[in-house]
């Protein structure tokens, strides 16, 4: 049940947008977001939940479609900081763990 | 504590010997997790304990692989007879339910 995202690496100039995309073959209760720099532990940026409840932070935004199963990241006006490879994790019940995607390389460049 | 703190951070150890890793979630935090992250790869689900319920193990990947959480605080993560393919850098996380995972910065396992 491992969700697909897409695509797998994304290159940038900065001041340019981004979409990550993450899919499930499974009903979806809640998706969270983590962004990791190489070397580091992935950091949470987001999570969607079931029902459309949002909490988040940074200048980054998400949506959550239930019906299809997919969430998407937007990144928009991406500077420097925004590098790294960003993960999807999804719930498929309440009070399960996250099962991650993958993961998006994103680089951004001046 | 003010983050998730993981112990050792690296550890380097002979095949056929038993390891264990510390994880201290951030107090208050019910839920604990472990996950394994090979190199360039993405994060493998191991096992998760939340409050006084039963662990969830259904991503030990072999019966080497155990994991205790005692006082609904402190987790170790124990392999036994390590095999080179349980090099990995070892990631905890804790969290409230619903809120997001707080990660620790990992053990790097190398089994040589």
């Known amino acids: 049940q491992q969700p697909v995202q897409s695509p797998q690496a994304v290159i940038l100039r900065e001041g340019e947008d981004a979409v990550i995309n993450c899919s499930s073959s499974k009903a979806l209760y809640s998706v969270h977001w983590y962004r990791q720099k190489h070397g580091e532990a992935p950091v949470f940026l987001m999570i969607?939940?079931?029902?459309?409840e949002q909490k988040g932070h940074e200048k980054i935004s998400a949506s959550f479609n239930e019906k299809k199963q997919q969430s998407s990241l937007y990144l928009t006006a991406s500077q420097l900081s925004y590098s790294g490879t960003y993960f999807c994790g999804t719930e498929n019940q309440a009070g399960t763990a996250l099962i991650f995607g993958k993961g998006t390389t994103l680089s951004v460049s001046s | 504590g003010a983050g998730v703190s993981q112990s050792p951070s690296n550890k380097v150890t002979e095949k056929g010997k038993d390891v264990e890793l510390r994880c201290d979630p951030i107090s208050g935090h019910t839920a604990l997790y472990w996950y394994r992250q090979s190199l360039g790869q993405g994060l493998e689900f191991l096992i998760y304990f939340q409050g006084n319920s039963a662990p969830d193990k259904s991503g030990l990947p072999s019966d080497r692989f155990s994991a205790e959480r005692t006082g609904g605080s402190v987790s170790t993560l124990t392999i036994q007879r390590t095999q080179q393919e349980d090099s990995a850098v070892y990631l905890c996380?804790?969290?409230?339910?619903?809120?997001?995972?707080?990660f620790g910065s990992g053990t790097r396992l190398t089994v040589v």
């Open positions: 996380a804790s969290s409230l339910p619903a809120y997001g995972y707080t």
């Open positions: 969607l939940l079931k029902g459309g």
